[in-house]
């Protein structure tokens, strides 16, 4: 919930949208219809979820519905393949698509000047040597439903910047990212 928090108070801060920071990010199911109050979804590790067909289709009408998602935090093979499986069965006519740098979603707000980034310091063990590589899956119409960021974690230098030992430059950096998610979800 860290990482929710610090990137909630970085969009209230370089923003006038009404952001409740006294209150904890609220978790919801696919299924669950309280969901489509938000415009914006974090996924997290979804190498191991196992959703149900129910729960595929609610991830289909929420995006379809203009709802955006941002996939974070899985790594190696084994884990693309198990997302790569549910994102399959609920767009199965919309492509996985590598993004690179000139996407709107990488200029809505900041202007990302590089996708090369680290892993994040917590967890480079875990990623050892490979490089964050940035996908999306667009509608007919060229919107973005989902972002999703695999071999890397950004949440993670959220959760982290406020430990004195996080290195800054690359959680700046992070919050970038994420403020730019924020803002396309809002506005695509």
Same mark, same amino acid.
């Given at each position: ?8 108070? *970085? ?5 006038? /949208?009404? =952001?409740? /920071? ?33 729960? *595929? ?21 084994? #884990?693309?393949?198990?997302? #790569? ?31 090369? =980034? ?14 964050? #590589? ?13 972002? =999703? ?18 290195? =800054? #430059? ?15 979800? /809002?506005?695509?």
């Amino acid at each position: 919930p860290g990482a929710g928090r610090h990137l909630n108070k *970085i969009i209230s801060e370089l923003s006038k /949208l009404d =952001i409740h /920071l006294d209150v904890n990010e609220p978790i919801y199911g696919f299924t669950d219809p309280d969901l489509y109050k938000y415009p914006m979804a974090y996924l997290c590790e979804m190498g191991f979820m196992n959703l149900s067909d129910q729960e *595929i289709a609610g991830m289909r009408e929420y995006c379809m519905r203009g709802g955006f998602i941002l996939a974070d935090d899985f790594r190696n093979q084994r #884990e693309w393949a198990v997302f #790569e499986m549910h994102v399959k069965k609920a767009f199965p006519e919309f492509p996985l698509k590598k993004l690179d740098i000139s996407h709107p979603v990488f200029n809505c707000f900041f202007s990302i000047k590089t996708l090369d =980034i680290p892993a994040p310091y917590t967890t480079s063990a875990n990623y050892g040597s490979v490089a964050p #590589e940035f996908w999306g899956i667009e509608d007919d119409k060229g919107r973005l439903l989902m972002v =999703i960021n695999y071999n890397n974690d950004i949440s993670d230098f959220w959760q982290w910047s406020d430990d004195p030992f996080a290195p =800054i #430059e690359q959680t700046n950096e992070a919050y970038k990212f994420g403020v730019n998610y924020v803002m396309y979800a /809002l506005t695509h």
